[in-house]
Structures are given as structure tokens and as C-alpha cells.
């Protein structure tokens, strides 16, 4: 093997590995703590894909990875925009929260509960829309919601995501 050869594969395998050990940064959970400032979280995660407003003047930050990322952090601050709290909302404990009270749910509380989602295609049940939301999971599952015309969500449920086992272009 030449030597401009082994240099280039060298390289190549450098670049690899650090591309996987970027992505597995991108996996661990972020550095976030009580008292933080909305400025610190901002610099730890990058803008917010979402703001919406709490009860008694406090805020949510979402930091949304979709259409095909599986993870949407959000950051509650108090009015002072100091961090009371975070957490990681797509995975099935928030989503059997959210099927116990999603009937008649609006969908703005929708989107302070579970962020923005992947993907919105129209014609849910009785029109609308149907949100779907990739998730840290093993299984080929994502999670759609339907939101009628009005703006009401109707459900939540599990679904095979057309996206993990696309047809082979081979035989």
C-alpha cells in the first residue's frame, strides 16, 4: 500500500471517528440545572425551536430535534428566566401522560407538552391533522396524534414509521 494511500485512509478513519464521537455528544443529555439562566441554556443547546407561556408568567423552552431526531428538551424557567427545571418529553412515559389527557386537549397545550412534531400531514379523523414524532425506541414505532380542524386533539397512539423499513431498491 502506498503511503499517500495509508495517509488517506488515516484520515478518513480519523474523520469517522470523530463524527461518531460528535453524535454521541449530540445523545447525552444536556448539562442543565436549576438556577441557570435562559443566556447558559441558550449556549448549551442553541436557539429554542419553540416558546410558549406557563401559568404564573413562567416559560418553556423547546429544543426540538425533529424531523428525525428522536429527542425535544424542554426548559421551564420562572418569570425571573432562571431554569426550574428540564426534561427530555418524547419517550413513552410522557406519552402515557399525554393519552390519559389528551381528549379535548387543545393543540397549543399539545405542543408545550410534547414540542413541535416531526411530521404533519393533513386528513386526521374528521379532517385536521395527523402530528407524528420519532422517540428514542428499538422498535420501528413512532407517535401520532389526530387534531381536528377546531384545533381539538382527538388521541395519541403508536404507529409504524414509514420511514424505518423503506422498500429495497434490489431484489
Not at 503511503?3 to 445523545?27: F, N, P, Q, V, W
Request: a neutral charge.
Amino acid at each position: 500500500m502506498s503511503k499517500h494511500r495509508l495517509h488517506r485512509l488515516r484520515a478518513r478513519a480519523a474523520g469517522l471517528l470523530t463524527a461518531t464521537l460528535a453524535g454521541c455528544a449530540l445523545l447525552a443529555p444536556p448539562d442543565i440545572r436549576p438556577g441557570q439562566s435562559e443566556a447558559e441554556v441558550r449556549r448549551l443547546l442553541g436557539p429554542p425551536t419553540g416558546r410558549y407561556a406557563l401559568p404564573a408568567e413562567a416559560t418553556r423552552l423547546e429544543f426540538a430535534t425533529g424531523p428525525y431526531g428522536r429527542t425535544t428538551w424542554m426548559v421551564d424557567l420562572d418569570p425571573a428566566g432562571q431554569v426550574t427545571g428540564a426534561r427530555q418529553v418524547l419517550g413513552e412515559a410522557s406519552f402515557a401522560d399525554f393519552q390519559a389527557r389528551a381528549p379535548g386537549m387543545h393543540r397549543d397545550e399539545l405542543l408545550r407538552t410534547l414540542g413541535r412534531p416531526g411530521e404533519r400531514r393533513s386528513g386526521g379523523w374528521a379532517g385536521g391533522e395527523v402530528w407524528s414524532w420519532r422517540y428514542p425506541t428499538n422498535d420501528c414505532l413512532w407517535f401520532q396524534s389526530s387534531i381536528g380542524d377546531d384545533g381539538i386533539v382527538r388521541d395519541g397512539a403508536y404507529a409504524i414509521d414509514p420511514r424505518c423499513d423503506a422498500p429495497a431498491d434490489h431484489p
